[in-house]
């Protein structure tokens, strides 16, 4: 007899604004069983666009359910840490946004808890799944830069009226400023590149706007071999942006643009050649819609059905939220201290 088909996941999903829309989004049909949102106008919407899926205010009810077996956590940052507590001591697994919380220690208790429970955690770090990206990444396991040598990494986009007044730019909401908004996919790139940083220098500062958070980063972290991630952040950039450079001693790779406002994806690859002089290049891009949503929501139903450690999970975060502690601190803006 052929084997009986793999149980469909079935999903809570808590935050319906723009991020839990594009989550549900990238569900197959038939699996997201709740959306949950404190704003019952918004969650009973997103529900109706999806069949079978029951609206809630809270998240409670579904974590009571036995038929859920994971979470989709998108809220603003001050829920994320909470929430991802809760479903875990639930039982469920978790897929929660970037950066997971408002400080480390907040993940260090999700961490402990989810090792009690056994549960899997995933991190919300979608700009993995970008396909410009994973070209650059099979180019990277193959060898094709060689030996690394550093990165080079840009971010930013340029607010809009009254950014300064926006959840974003409340320290009890956010955590932080650009850097823990946009700056932790750079430090998690330049993590998934490099491996992990020994040493973490920069700083942060507010430029333009009236706001307690900082709209600017700059950060250079070197690793034990004194490989160095060189990144910069900011929401004083006018003109959306993402670039991110790899360095090998054979070849470079350059990636930019997101799709939409920052520009069409590319992949650049620049081959040196033993005469060295003008490189080989080759070009890849990518036209199509942002597919790193399904993506990644695919890698976490394999971290589920095969017993798989997520990668980025908890510890990755951790470790990234580090890094943004010591820039604030460093730089005279404080820490967060939130329990979960």
Known sequence: MPPAPAK???????????????????????????????????????????????????LAAALADPAVDACLISTLNSALAPLALAAVQAGKHVLVEKPGALNAAQLRAVQAAATRSGVKVRLGYNHRFHPALQKARELFEAGALGPMMFLRGRYGHGGRKGYDREWRANPALSGGGELIDQGVHLIDLAGWFLGEFATVAGHAATCFWDMPVDDNAFLSLRTPRGQTAWLHVSCTEWKNLFSFE???????????????????????????????????????????????????????????????????????????????????????????????
Request: glycine share 10%; aromatic share 8%; hydrophobic share 40%.
């Open 8 to 58: 469909q996941l079935q999903f809570a999903l808590a935050g319906c604004g723009v991020i839990g829309r594009k989550r549900a989004a990238a569900l197959p049909p038939g699996q997201l069983r709740y959306a949950c949102d404190l704003d019952t106008t918004r969650a009973a919407a997103l529900a109706a666009a999806h069949p079978g899926c029951r609206p809630l205010s809270g």
């Open 246 to 340: 790899l360095y090998g001693r054979d070849a470079k790779i350059a990636l930019d643009g997101l799709g939409g406002s920052y520009g069409p994806e590319r992949c650049t690859f620049h081959r040196m050649l033993p005469q060295m002089g003008p490189p080989e290049t080759s070009v890849w891009e990518y036209p199509a819609g942002d597919s790193s949503w399904a993506q990644e929501l695919a890698a976490f139903a394999d971290d589920i059905r095969l017993d798989r450690a997520p990668s980025p999970g908890l510890a990755d975060a951790i470790r990234t939220l580090e890094i943004v502690e010591t820039i604030y601190r460093s730089s005279g803006y404080p820490v967060s201290t939130a329990a979960p």
